[in-house]
Antibody, heavy 127, light 111 residues
Framework: QVQLVESGGGVVQPGRSLRLSCAASGFTFSSYGMHWVRQAPGKGLEWVAVISYDGSNKYYADSVKGRFTISRDNSKNTLYLQMNSLRAEDTAVYYC????????????????????WGQGTTVTVSS | NFMLTQPHSVSESPGKTVTISCTRSSGSIASNYVQWYQQRPGSAPTTVIYEDNQRPSGVPDRFSGSIDSSSNSASLTISGLKTEDEADYYCQSYDSSNPYVFGTGTKVTVL
């Protein structure tokens, strides 16, 4: 069955870096765009970043642009999120999600809704 | 940029029907697909509706989605409410500048 397993979360000091991973199985990973979505404690869902199936296109939320980098290794069926210059407001559960629903072309580029989600990994930024 | 506004909470008795609205602040709700996600307490989200009104396999037909251009809103309707439907629900759509917009979320309580 389709499965996404995140790892790499933990407690980190402000200004430091962390890399999250998301191991995918049960589907052709290289055929789908992939997302990172986060949820701060007691808050709603916030989209973080998306990467196209081949890694050629990447988009970020304004709140993380210039600090976070999404990437993928299709040979390893793994999605990554490199998080630099972490802030207290980055504290959240981070979910990876497969972009297999609501696929459409708007504004000249592909958009993918989330159809399968991982269980999440917790990132706490605190001194 | 636009926002998707949902009621903070709704509650209903088992067996009844509940409808959650998702109102787009600017631009047409019909312009871009809307998805709906369910998040039970302590769990990751799951997808219950995609492309406005399509159900993923495994999602019961008690869940349905619709678009109303007159109110510029999307709606998620859950009929035959069960205790297992108690969860937070989020709508989501697409934008040009902030590509993936989530709604504010609605807590559904089954009385």
């Amino acid at each position: 069955q389709v499965q996404l397993v995140e790892s790499g979360g933990g407690v980190v000091q402000p200004g430091r870096s962390l890399r999250l991973s998301c191991a995918a199985s049960g589907f052709t990973f290289s055929s789908y765009g992939m997302h990172w979505v986060r949820q701060a404690p007691g808050k709603g869902l916030e989209w973080v970043a998306v990467i196209s199936y081949d890694g050629s296109n990447k988009y970020y939320a304004d709140s993380v642009k210039g600090r976070f980098t999404i990437s993928r290794d299709n040979s390893k069926n793994t999605l990554y999120l490199q998080m630099n210059s972490l802030r207290a407001e980055d504290t959240a559960v981070y979910y990876c999600a497969k972009g297999g629903a609501g696929i459409a072309v708007y504004f000249g580029r592909y958009y993918y809704g989330m159809d399968v989600w991982g269980q999440g990994t917790t990132v706490t930024v605190s001194s | 940029n636009f926002m998707l506004t949902q009621p903070h909470s709704v509650s209903e008795s088992p067996g009844k029907t509940v409808t959650i609205s998702c109102t787009r602040s600017s631009g047409s709700i019909a312009s871009n697909y809307v998805q709906w996600y369910q998040q039970r307490p302590g769990s990751a989200p799951t997808t219950v509706i995609y492309e406005d009104n399509q159900r993923p396999s495994g999602v019961p037909d008690r869940f349905s989605g619709s678009i109303d251009s007159s109110s510029n809103s999307a709606s998620l309707t859950i009929s035959g409410l069960k205790t297992e439907d108690e969860a937070d629900y989020y709508c989501q759509s697409y934008d040009s500048s902030n590509p993936y917009v989530f709604g504010t979320g609605t807590k559904v309580t089954v009385l």
